[in-house]
Nanobody, 128 residues
Framework: QVHLVESGGGLVQAGGSLRLSCVSS????????MGWFRQAPGMERDFVAG????????THADSVKGRFTISRDGAKSMVFLQMDKLKLEDTADYYC?????????????????????WGQGTQVTVYS
């Protein structure tokens, strides 16, 4: 059974930084792309960043490009989201996701339907 557990969320002042972590278990970590999504109250769950199965390729949403960085550690089966220069509009629940199917070496899925497993989410609140 695939299991994803996020951590690292919290309360941070605008301009500050947070690092989210997600540990994966139950499947061969290196065979699947990983992603981060976020959902603000009353909004859709949106793609934030994705990384290919062994980290050779990444994609970041325009809204976070230059501020957030996704990375992964195969030895620990973990994926991270380094969030810098946080803005009020970054406030949301952040979800880690694992690709639905084993993907190509440089494929980075960008839609919700391409991810088959999700963590429970971690809350990020940015205040002024």
């Amino acid at each position: 059974q695939v299991h994803l557990v996020e951590s690292g969320g919290g309360l941070v002042q605008a301009g500050g930084s947070l690092r989210l972590s997600c540990v994966s278990s139950g499947r061969t970590f290196s065979a699947y792309a990983m992603g981060w999504f976020r959902q603000a109250p009353g909004m859709e769950r949106d793609f934030v960043a994705g990384i290919s199965r062994e980290g050779g390729s990444t994609t970041h949403a325009d809204s976070v490009k230059g501020r957030f960085t996704i990375s992964r550690d195969g030895a620990k089966s973990m994926v991270f989201l380094q969030m810098d220069k946080l803005k009020l509009e970054d406030t949301a629940d952040y979800y880690c996701a694992s690709g639905r199917y084993s993907s190509g070496w440089y494929d980075v899925p960008g839609s919700r339907s391409e991810y088959g497993y999700w963590g429970q989410g971690t809350q990020v609140t940015v205040y002024s």
